[in-house]
Structures are given as structure tokens and as C-alpha cells.
């Protein structure tokens, strides 16, 4: 009885260690700007009129991504100051001190006429990857697909519980049609949620253990 209950002991250590583990790399992928300001408590980034690969917003530096030059002005009625890209749309934002969340709105126009379309013959509905690091370490990626469409704005923000520096955005199906980036905002503060799975689970294993001191005072 005594090895069985050190067995079980074990096991549950075991299992909570891996939700633990699970928990500390876990994101939250937001689509709602409304949800991301609720969570986060969330510092907007003035983005600057005009500059190229380097520009520097606060505590954010936007470099260029593969195939694709950086630069900041006024191409949509949409948004202000926002970010384009010559080429196809890959781009990082590194983050002094870090961050527990990062977001913003994007435009992926349907039709080419300016000001607000993609500026070529035949726009492309496109996808995203989003990457977040700490350092050189991936701490999380997702994909995404902004709404196709010339006056709608698509939001995009994720959390996590690992502070991270630099993200990455890399357009995954598209071509050089233009979207335009903006509106970038971000946290460095942890949230402080409570996890209702964990709180099930140690629940659980509170009353196992219970019911299993039972069993073994009855065979005492």
C-alpha cells in the first residue's frame, strides 16, 4: 500500500509539473482590440510620420524583413502614420525592456484604386505569420488573415506569460500588394488571471488525495 501511494504521489507531481511547464510558454492570440485593452494594461505607440528601416517609436525599433523595405507616412485614411512595405509585407519590431503583449490593426485592401487600395492591378488576400522571441528563443507563433477588404480594419494582438523582445511578421501568401500596419500598442505588464483548468485540476487531486487517505486509514 505504502509503494502505491508513493507511485500515485509521484504520478500527480508528474502531471502537474507538466501543466505548470505548459502554462509558462502558453499565449493568447486576441482578434478584439476591445479584449487585448481589457487584459493588458496597454501603452499606445505614436508611430513617426515619415522614416525607413531603423525607425524608432518609442520603446519599438521596426526593421525590414526579408524582400522588403520598411517605411512610415500617410498612404490610407484608415490609419495614421501606419507602417508599408516595399515588396512583400516582413517585417520585426524589436522591444526594449520587452513585453508581455504586442498588437495592432492592419488593412488589407481589396481593390488597387488609392487611397486606401493596394496600389497594384490585382490585390491578394493575404496571410501572416506572427512570431514572438525572447532573445533567440521562439516563445510562440500563429498565423493570421486580415479581413480582405478596402474599409475595414483588423485587429491582431497576442499575450504571453514569458516576457518577450522581438516579433516577427512574415507575409506567408501574398504578393507586393500593399497593407498597411498601425495603431501599435503593447504591455509590459504580467497579467494576473487565474487559470480555470489548473484550479480544476488541483481540485481534482485534492480530493483523490483525500479519498486515497480514506482507503488507507480503512486498511490501517
Known amino acids: 500500500m505504502k509503494l502505491s501511494t508513493i507511485k500515485f504521489l509521484q504520478g500527480l507531481m508528474l502531471v502537474a509539473s507538466l501543466s505548470v511547464s505548459g502554462l509558462a510558454n502558453a499565449i493568447i492570440i486576441y482578434t478584439d482590440a476591445s479584449s487585448f485593452q481589457n487584459d493588458n494594461v496597454v501603452t499606445f505607440v505614436s508611430t513617426p510620420s515619415s522614416g525607413g528601416n531603423g525607425s524608432v517609436a518609442g520603446s519599438l525599433t521596426f526593421t525590414s524583413g526579408p524582400s522588403a523595405s520598411v517605411f512610415f507616412g500617410n498612404f490610407t485614411n484608415l490609419l495614421q502614420n501606419e507602417l508599408a512595405l516595399s515588396g512583400v509585407e516582413n517585417f520585426n519590431v524589436d522591444i526594449a525592456g520587452g513585453a508581455y503583449a504586442f498588437g495592432f490593426d492592419v488593412t488589407d485592401p481589396r481593390s488597387s484604386s488609392l487611397p486606401n487600395g493596394c496600389n497594384v492591378s490585382s490585390c491578394v488576400d ?22 480582405f477588404s478596402d474599409s475595414v480594419l483588423t485587429f491582431v494582438g497576442v499575450y504571453s506569460n514569458t516576457l ?3 516579433v516577427e511578421i512574415r ?10 500596419f498601425g495603431n501599435f500598442q503593447l504591455s509590459t505588464v504580467r497579467q494576473s488571471v487565474s487559470e480555470p483548468g489548473m484550479l480544476v485540476f488541483f481540485s481534482l487531486s485534492a480530493l483523490a488525495l483525500l479519498n486515497l487517505r480514506r482507503k488507507i486509514k ?3
Open 171 to 180: 507575409e506567408t501568401a501574398g504578393t507586393n500588394d500593399n497593407e498597411y
Open 164 to 166: 518577450f523582445d522581438r
Open 218 to 220: 480503512a486498511f490501517s
Open 126 to 147: 493575404s496571410v501572416f505569420s506572427f512570431s514572438i522571441f525572447s532573445g533567440n528563443a521562439l516563445v510562440g507563433s500563429f498565423s493570421f488573415n486580415p479581413l
